[in-house]
């Protein structure tokens, strides 16, 4: 099958999206100012339609990586 993602999928069975991604949507939100990241993860949850639980983990890892 064909995958649409840039590299490998960062969580089994979820071709929708990667890791770079992430981090480069969650930089441009933060620089924006438009909301408080502590609402971030709902933004992700919304926007790349994943899980909660799954949300909070990538966010944490940006978070982690930005400070």
Do not use: H
């Given at each position: 099958?064909?995958?649409?993602?840039?590299?490998?999928?960062?969580?089994?069975?979820?071709?929708?999206?990667?890791?770079?991604?992430?981090f480069?949507?969650?930089?441009?939100l933060?620089?924006?100012?438009?909301?408080?990241?502590?609402?971030?993860?709902?933004?992700?949850?919304d926007?790349?339609?994943?899980?909660?639980?799954?949300?909070?983990?990538y966010?944490?890892?940006?978070?982690?990586?930005?400070?």
């Amino acid at each position: 099958s064909c995958s649409k993602t840039r590299g490998a999928p960062t969580m089994s069975g979820s071709p929708k999206y990667n890791k770079q991604d992430i981090f480069f949507f969650l930089s441009g939100l933060r620089r924006s100012g438009v909301i408080n990241m502590v609402g971030a993860p709902r933004v992700l949850e919304d926007y790349f339609g994943m899980s909660k639980p799954t949300a909070k983990k990538y966010f944490k890892e940006w978070a982690e990586q930005v400070e």
